[in-house]
């Protein structure tokens, strides 16, 4: 049965000027998951890849490692961008969140504290909520319904593909895919994105009756002697 290997850019550059772009770790986390693929014989018919600079370096380290880097990236029936699969815009929903009064000042001061990633990911979580609730859509430019169906449109197109299918994309995409296939709630599939790996794949199968998630957050490659590679934001 045709399988399509939704993978989590590696580690993307926190803190940086530009966040799209792995950083040191998230290169060697691609090359490092390529390495394991091709040792439990895990190759792509086909690779789709999202529209942002860190899904496409994730793709290149990944099938570098594999030895296949050339025969995808220049073989365009091979190889596909599709923007269905990019992140949600986070810096709209956290300038959207900030922008209510007092909460800019109290994420200063939660992030200047001993540990800033703590102080911030308390303030990414609530503004995340916000968002989802639907009550405040207009003050997005892309609602958390619109990504979650762009999202499930991006899926209806990999699935239709022939053979093993490489959906390099984001957190973010692939709790909305749980969301669908598991019928989750929102707040649940939220609270789920928290707990991806950076270059962890999760296995969709596709066949006559639909789609089907077969697995989540596969990891154990960045586990046990490997533990200095895992990371999740």
């Known amino acids: 049965m045709p399988a399509l290997y939704l993978i989590r850019h590696g580690q993307a550059s926190f803190g940086a000027e530009d966040y799209d772009q792995l950083s ?3 290169m060697r986390q691609s090359q490092h998951l390529g390495k394991f693929l091709a040792a439990q014989g895990i190759v792509p018919n086909a690779v789709i890849c999202g529209g942002m ?3 496409r370096q994730t793709a290149e380290g990944c099938l570098n490692a594999m030895g296949l880097g050339a025969q995808f990236t220049d073989d365009a029936s091979l190889w596909s961008t599709d923007s269905d699969w990019n992140e949600y815009d ?5 300038e959207a969140y900030t922008a209510l009064p007092g909460v800019g ?3 200063v001061e939660d992030m200047a504290g001993e540990n800033p990633k ?3 990911q308390k303030h990414f979580s609530l503004a995340m909520q916000r968002w989802c ?3 405040f859509d207009n003050e997005y430019g ?3 319904s619109a990504f979650c169906s762009r999202v499930e449109r991006g899926l209806a197109t990999a699935a239709s593909a022939s053979g093993n299918v490489f959906v390099f994309t984001s957190g973010g995409a692939i709790s909305a895919v749980s969301r669908q296939l598991l019928e989750l709630s929102d707040l649940k599939a939220l609270s789920l994105s928290w707990t991806l790996a950076n270059a962890a794949y999760s296995k969709v199968l596709a066949g006559k009756n639909g789609v089907v998630l077969a ?3 596969e990891h154990s490659h960045l586990d046990g002697k490997c533990r200095d590679l895992l990371s999740y934001r």
Do not use: A, P
Not at 90 to 94: F, G, P, S, T, V
């Open 142 to 144: 892309e609602t958390w």
């Open 24 to 26: 040191e770790l998230g």
């Open 215 to 217: 697995s989540m957050n």
């Open 118 to 120: 703590t102080g911030f």
């Open 53 to 55: 600079k860190r899904h």
């Open 105 to 107: 000042d109290r994420m």
């Open 90 to 94: 986070h810096l709209q929903i956290l």
């Open 133 to 135: 609730d639907g009550k």
